[in-house]
């Protein structure tokens, strides 16, 4: 399903690591556990984690609990921007958990 998690191959990351000397990308980054993706983050050269799954998955989720609240809405602007509040909450923490901690530095 789109909500489960699969731990990455750290061995492959670093066997990649050591042969191309550019920044890494993560495909399929929301199936990685977040705390995996906070260690892979920090301690490899991976410079982009693609989340897309999960932040539609919060665009669907908001999308339908706001036309189940209000069925009568009808202008897409309205709809469209009562999203960002709860897409931005969900957003917020994923990002924030790949960055380091202040208290870390």
Aim: hydrophobic share 45%; charged share 25%; glycine share 6%.
């Amino acid at each position: 399903s789109q909500t489960d998690t699969v731990p990455a191959d750290m061995a492959i990351i670093r066997a990649i690591e050591a042969v191309v000397p550019t920044p890494l990308v993560l495909h399929g980054g929301s199936g990685i556990p977040a705390k995996q993706r906070r260690e892979i983050a920090l301690q490899t050269r991976v410079a982009k984690f693609n989340i897309g799954t999960e932040l539609r998955l919060a665009f669907g989720h908001a999308l339908r609990e706001k036309l189940a609240s209000d069925p009568d809405v009808f202008d897409r602007n309205a709809i469209l921007g009562s999203l960002i509040e709860p897409i931005a909450e969900k957003t917020v923490p994923i990002l924030a958990n790949l960055l380091p901690r202040e208290d870390s530095r």
